[in-house]
Structure formats: structure tokens, C-alpha cells
């Protein structure tokens, strides 16, 4: 239920939990006398549809406080890690222009607004 609310902590918290549910998972698959048709009815419920990339994208808008990354189009990590990528160095080069800007205002007796 944790991994249904957005946000990163809450994603943090779900993927812990579906590490401990592994864990205790595999203790029962290793124990021969537990039905593994339980096993794999438990084990179905292990798969976080809460990572899904679509889903942090979501989760970094949310955390960023504005819609950077487009989660309608965002379906692999692939697809993730370039739109961010992409993003964080149009972030860097706008900070560079402006800082760019700014010393040259001071280079010649201008304050920078």
C-alpha cells in the first residue's frame, strides 16, 4: 500500500519492504514442506509496479515542483535516464548563461538584477 501514494519516500519505503518480502520468500521456497503455490501467489505481489519509470517520473515532477519530465511518454529506464539527462544539462547550460551574464554586468560596472 505504501508503494500506491507518490512520492520518494514513500517509494523508498516500498521497495525496503519488497526486499524484506523477498527475503522471507525465499526462506519459504527454501523450506520443502511450504506449498509453492502459496509462494508464488505472494511472490506476484513482489513486483513494485511503483518503479515503474513512468511512476518516478511522476515522482521526480512532484519532488521538483513542476512537470520537467513528460510521464506519458516515459516506458523504459532507458527512456528516463535520457529525458533527465537531457534536462539536467539544459538546467547547467542556463546556469551558465546567467552566470555568464552576471559577471559580465559586473565586469562592466553593472549590477545584475
Known amino acids: 500500500w505504501v508503494g500506491e501514494t507518490d512520492g520518494y519516500g514513500n517509494q523508498v ?6 526486499g524484506i ?3 522471507a520468500l525465499a526462506r519459504l ?3 520443502t514442506s511450504f506449498d509453492l503455490g502459496r ?4 511472490l506476484g505481489r513482489c513486483r513494485p509496479p511503483f ?8 515522482v521526480m515532477n512532484i519532488e521538483l515542483g ?3 519530465l513528460p510521464t506519458d511518454r516515459i516506458s523504459t529506464d532507458a527512456e528516463l ?3 533527465w539527462r537531457d534536462h539536467a544539462l539544459a538546467a547547467l547550460a542556463a546556469a551558465f548563461s ?13 549590477i545584475p538584477a
Do not use: C, Y
Open 51 to 58: 518503479d515503474a519509470p513512468s511512476r518516478r517520473a511522476k
Open 98 to 110: 546567467a552566470r555568464a551574464a552576471s559577471s559580465r554586468a559586473l565586469f562592466f560596472g553593472r
Open 21 to 23: 518480502a523477498a527475503t
Open 13 to 18: 519505503l516500498a521497495t525496503r519492504a519488497v
Open 29 to 31: 521456497v527454501a523450506d
Open 66 to 68: 513542476r512537470d520537467a
Open 39 to 42: 509462494v508464488r501467489v505472494e
Open 81 to 83: 535516464q535520457m529525458v
